[in-house]
């Protein structure tokens, strides 16, 4: 009986592992997203990395694996690089995000959700926002 409490847990454990194959495509979305994300800040210079940024003057948001981009109005384009989660964006789920200040910052947790069936598809949270703008 006491074998058949630890082989449990180890079973659920094994289930819940990549596969060598799952693996593999994971590795070449990632890489894939950083080709794309490169092409997107080529010729643009990064700046001082700032807490908070305001959503408002966002025209686009993208994201390329764990990277969001937001462009602004103007030229500069502001990456965070989360922990992943917030993946989905990419594909055409909706990022959700609650400020108390009106700004996004550092820290901040966003949601997406598919826009048919309203269900939450994941989650993630910002890092620093570093702005990238054309050199002078």
């Known amino acids: 009986m006491r074998s058949l409490l630890i082989l449990v847990p180890l079973a659920a454990l094994a289930a819940c592992a990549q596969t060598p194959a799952q693996t593999s495509a994971a590795a070449q979305a990632g890489a894939a997203a950083q080709v794309e994300l490169d092409k997107e800040l080529a010729g643009l210079v990064p700046g001082a990395p700032r807490n908070c940024i305001d959503p408002r003057w966002s025209r686009q948001v993208k994201s390329y694996g764990g990277t969001i981009l937001y462009s602004d109005i103007g030229s500069t384009k502001y990456r965070s690089d989360t922990g992943g989660g917030c993946e989905r964006i990419g594909r ?31 989650s993630c949270s910002f890092a620093a926002f570093v702005p990238y703008r054309k050199p002078s």
């Not at 789920?93 to 550092?106: A, E, P």
């Open 92 to 122: 055409g789920d909706v990022l959700v995000t609650r400020t108390s200040t009106g700004q996004l910052c550092r820290g901040d947790i966003a949601r997406t959700i598919d826009p048919v069936s309203r269900f939450q598809t994941g």
